[in-house]
């Protein structure tokens, strides 16, 4: 790409918008937020109750695994009782000085999102306690026996911590999220469509015959994975001159090697390895990350929700085993005996 003599940004398309494609696709209004029923009908009361007592709502703590709309629902919160929101995440606030910072810049009924929050250090943590509880940060000024604290009085605001990996979240922590602690589900695959069908109308492509399903069936019941199969099952249809339709979106997913479970690639290989190596397992979490050159937190946070929710993988106390789903599957003789190993 030539670089942009003015910018250097190197070429701008015509349209800028075109750049910034998943911003459009995420919902802006409460009503247009499709799924987790059951988190926004409690979420609607406890904004409401917050709103009929001019009191900003108690913080909240959203949790699940990526691509679920915990960020999205943040902002639609913000938007429903007419707040700024703050974004930062665990791993940006580096110092106790950084989160004293972005506290003391807040004003009053200011919503706060702490993104990845399991990332935040203890000593971070320490200081968010008393202001999450109290409304007060506890600043110490200079060093050894001349050493004191003061105390700075916080408006009133509203945390909202969003995580991936609720396990590493420390029980005091946790228990600051007094407005509630809410698990994101898997979307249904009902659910799924009508979100496709919704940014499909967004970038203005027709969905011809079965796409919607086709693209749902195969998305790990996750917008963001719908949305990205619907890109670029577009960019196919477009390039190709060519209907979007259950065909084109085949012939995507055949090429980006998405199976008709929706499995990925990595997916498919964690369960090889498991199966080809390990003897189907049980095997443990760093054993499965050496063998197959994966983070262990992407192991846990991205494949193995959707693989426990099929069923092809089983966590027990010895470490993870392939189900014999995940035999067939893949097209492998399933052990009978492998069954009496684990009893
Ligand atoms: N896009 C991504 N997530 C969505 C949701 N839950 N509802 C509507 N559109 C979405």
Do not use: C
């Amino acid at each position: 790409m030539t670089k942009d003599s003015t910018t250097g940004q190197g070429n701008l398309p015509e349209n800028k918008d075109a750049l910034f494609l998943d911003q459009k696709l995420r919902p802006e209004r409460w009503e247009d937020y499709i799924g987790q029923t059951h988190i926004k009908q409690n979420l609607e009361i406890l904004l409401r109750a917050a709103r009929e007592r001019s009191h900003p709502p108690e913080h909240l703590l959203f949790y699940g695994p990526p691509g679920l709309g915990k960020t999205t629902l943040a902002h639609l919160v913000a938007k429903e009782i007419k707040a700024q929101i703050k974004n930062t995440s665990g791993p940006a606030i580096e110092k106790v000085g950084d989160l004293a910072s972005i506290l003391t810049n807040l004003s009053s009924g200011d919503i706060l999102f702490i993104d990845e929050i399991h990332r935040l250090n203890k000593l971070v943590e320490e200081i968010l306690y008393p202001a999450l509880e109290s409304g007060v940060l506890d600043i110490i000024i200079g060093k050894g026996p001349s050493a004191r604290t003061i105390q700075l009085e916080l408006p009133p605001f509203t945390l909202i911590g969003a995580t991936t990996r609720i396990a590493l979240l420390s029980a005091p922590l946790r228990s600051r999220f007094s407005g509630g602690v809410f698990r994101l589900e898997f979307y249904t695959e009902n659910e799924i469509v009508e979100i496709i069908k919704r940014s499909a109308a967004i970038l203005g492509v027709p969905l011809e015959g079965k796409a919607g399903l086709e693209i749902a069936s195969r998305s790990r019941f996750t917008p963001r994975t719908a949305n990205y199969f619907l890109k670029r099952a577009r960019d196919l249809a477009q390039v190709e001159k060519r209907v979007l339709d259950e065909h084109a979106v085949k012939e995507t997913l055949r090429l980006l090697e998405i199976d008709e479970i929706g499995l990925s690639q990595p997916d498919r290989h964690l369960l090889t390895i498991l199966i080809e190596k390990f003897g189907g397992g049980p095997a443990g979490l760093s054993t499965i990350a050496a063998a197959t050159s994966e983070e262990q937190a992407t192991i846990e946070e991205v494949y193995e929700p959707y693989l426990l929710k099929l069923g092809l993988l089983e966590r027990t106390p010895r470490g993870r085993t392939a189900t014999k789903k995940a035999y067939e599957h893949l097209g492998f003789d399933y052990p009978e005996e492998s069954q009496e190993k684990l009893l």
